[in-house]
């Protein structure tokens, strides 16, 4: 549905398109937050409640498609890997060797979580919780330096100063990594967390 | 989704679970990863001055296909040349498995983590016969 006239629109466009922005890998997160607010206004479905059976079902199909491009749009994760989506690319066409001190640094995490799970003394559990916690900052700061050359490489993309395939290549390893220690800082919470009453 | 028998024997039984000093003589070390799943797997190998691999240990934290295809490999690289233990290829550990597509991720990860392994003796060897020339890869 476009916002100007109400009419519906082609149902091709991307998601950048969705919320009237450029196909640019540096968004302000205020930015999008007041499209995204005032075009759902806009576009409400019960703004056209009596309106004709066409017009009804774009804005349906307008507020969901615009609900999707906010939430893929606003985690820049999810934004890089659909960017890599809209030229064509996916994660997992490419080798997915991750470097080898990451590697190492998710075995030694992984051997403790191992440990901790099959310690029985609630003393050597203790000491091997704190050491997990003390690894989960170093996972964290891990985490933070790849989301930072995540930022650098959306900026280096709009100012025009990358070549497209090393910058597609770049944001595949980046991508990857902030992949495999995302899951790694999953499995750490999950086992720090105090086990439930239930359980 | 059902594991097929053989991923269930590896990974109810697995072979040469552990590991060797990071330090041994002889020994290479290759950890590697598989982002999109968060799997993570040690394979280390003892190899002989002549570049025959002795013994292997392996450790994954993963699921049951990448368990049993590191658990495979420890058998099979057993008594090859290096040359040879090079040369396997995952699609041999998918066939031997019956690993179905979602999984042959598991197995390319095992076969890069021959190759990381012999890559570290080779460098560790290099490392300390410094004064000899580097052989050719």
Known sequence: MCAQCGGPVAAELDLFGALGMPRRLVIEPAELEQRYHDLGRRIHPDRFASGAPAVKEASLKGTALLTRAYRVLRDPVSRGLYWLELNGEKLSDDNKQVPPELAALVFEVQEQLAELREASEPTASESLAAAIREWRGTVQEAMDRARDALAMNFAKWDEGRAEPNSLIAELKKTLSEIAYLRTLLRDIDRELEPPSLSG | ?137
């Open chain 2, 1 to 137: 989704m059902a594991y097929s028998s053989k991923v269930m024997s590896h990974y109810t039984n697995p072979r040469n679970v552990g590991s060797f000093g990071k330090d041994e003589a002889g020994v290479g070390t290759g950890i590697v990863g598989a982002p999109e799943c968060g799997d993570v797997m040690k394979l280390q190998l003892k190899i002989s001055d002549e570049g025959v691999i002795e013994d292997a240990r392996f450790k994954t934290f993963g699921c049951g296909s990448a368990i049993a295809s590191s658990s495979y490999v420890t058998e099979l690289v057993k008594g090859k040349k290096i040359e040879e233990a090079l040369a396997i290829k995952n699609s041999l550990i998918v066939q031997e498995l019956n690993l179905p597509p979602v999984k042959i991720h598991c197995s390319v990860l095992a076969e890069d983590a021959i190759k990381a392994a012999i890559s570290d003796w080779q460098k560790r060897k290099g490392e300390k016969g410094s004064n000899k020339k580097e052989e050719a890869a």
